[in-house]
């Protein structure tokens, strides 16, 4: 059976990392939203004069949010389609409370849930001044609003995001990325892709 696997989590939580990790032995097209679109965002953003790190105001909400993440699904879609596992990588904020979402990649790669296993993995840490304490140090301007704001950052994110999702309990799986990711930690997160 296909694998399909959903990263999400916030900033700082160590997101790619862990699915790096797991991608090691699960072979997979692996699609990192940052990746997928960053260069077009940023070259987007600079010329119509907006900083190229800039993922926090209303200009980039309203004009490259979605073409970021629509991008990532229609490639998603496209390997899912020629039959690839396929581990996607983001918040996926909007898209988990969005019941459609899933069935619409589905259909759209010409397949179903006896065909595909949709699973999510949601990389967390136990407090959030460990979370800022990442952030901080893995030093990324593209950062720099949300620290500046941490209060207000603090508020209005999720860090637990709201998944609406036909699937099943068991595909949810909240992942604690605290402290050292442990081999013994990695081989739990294989084994509940696999299954």
């Known amino acids: 059976m ?9 900033a700082g939580t160590g ?6 990790k797991v991608a090691e032995d699960i072979p997979c097209a ?3 939203r940052d990746t997928v679109g960053g260069r077009f965002v940023e070259q987007f953003l600079i010329d119509n004069g907006h900083d190229k790190d800039d993922r926090d105001s209303e200009f980039y909400k309203k004009n490259l949010r979605d073409l970021e ?6 490639i998603c879609i496209e390997n899912l389609r020629v039959g690839q596992n396929v581990f996607m990588i983001s918040p996926f904020t909007a898209e988990l409370k969005n019941k459609a979402y899933i069935e619409d990649v589905l259909t759209e790669a010409k397949k179903t849930k006896d065909e595909v296993d949709v699973k999510v993995v949601v990389v967390t840490l136990e407090d959030i001044e460990k ?3 990442r952030i901080e140090e893995r030093g990324t301007v593209r950062d720099t609003w949300k620290l500046e704001n941490w209060d207000s950052y603090e508020t209005r994110v999720n860090f637990v995001p709201e998944i609406n999702w036909d699937i099943p309990e068991s595909n949810i799986y909240q992942f604690d990325n605290s402290g050292e990711l442990t081999d013994q930690k990695v081989t739990k997160l294989k084994d509940f892709i696999r299954q």
Request: aromatic fraction near 14%; avoid cysteine.
């Open 69 to 74: 993440y629509d991008t990532t699904k229609d």
């Open 30 to 32: 692996f699609l990192d």
């Open 131 to 133: 979370q800022r304490k």
């Open 2 to 10: 296909q694998k399909l696997v959903y990263f999400v989590g916030v």
């Open 15 to 20: 997101k790619t990392t862990v699915a790096e």
